[in-house]
Nanobody, 112 residues
Framework: QVQLVESGGGLVQAGGSLRLSCAAS??????KSWFRQAPGKERELVAA???????TYADAVKGRFTISRDDDRNTVTLQMNGLKPEDTAVYYC????????WGQGTQVTVSS
């Protein structure tokens, strides 16, 4: 019943922007996060936001990415500006609602 669905990924040139969105259903989420996983690398936390709006960012994306949540619509977004080739990865939405739930992922590719 709990479901997270990402959208907004795609191909963008270095320096460009993308906005990822995660539509959640079936639960009340105390924490929502974005992770990413590049080929050959472990999945890493990109950004997280709790119910009070407190945010956490990976050092690599600070100043470029912004996470936000809209609990009325049960969505979480990740605004990504100043994208770099090293941001290329599959981005996953994670929600905590009793258990830990993951979306299917959306591909972000940043070309040089």
């Amino acid at each position: 019943q709990v479901q997270l669905v990402e959208s907004g990924g795609g191909l963008v040139q270095a320096g460009g922007s993308l906005r990822l969105s995660c539509a959640a259903s079936g639960g009340t989420f105390t924490l929502k996060s974005w992770f990413r996983q590049a080929p050959g690398k472990e999945r890493e936390l990109v950004a997280a936001i709790n119910t009070s709006g407190t945010t956490t960012y990976a050092d690599a994306v600070k100043g470029r990415f912004t996470i936000s949540r809209d609990d009325d619509r049960n969505t979480v977004t990740l605004q990504m500006n100043g994208l770099k080739p090293e941001d290329t990865a599959v981005y996953y939405c994670q929600g905590i609602a009793g258990g830990i739930y993951w979306g299917q992922g959306t591909q972000v590719t940043v070309s040089s």
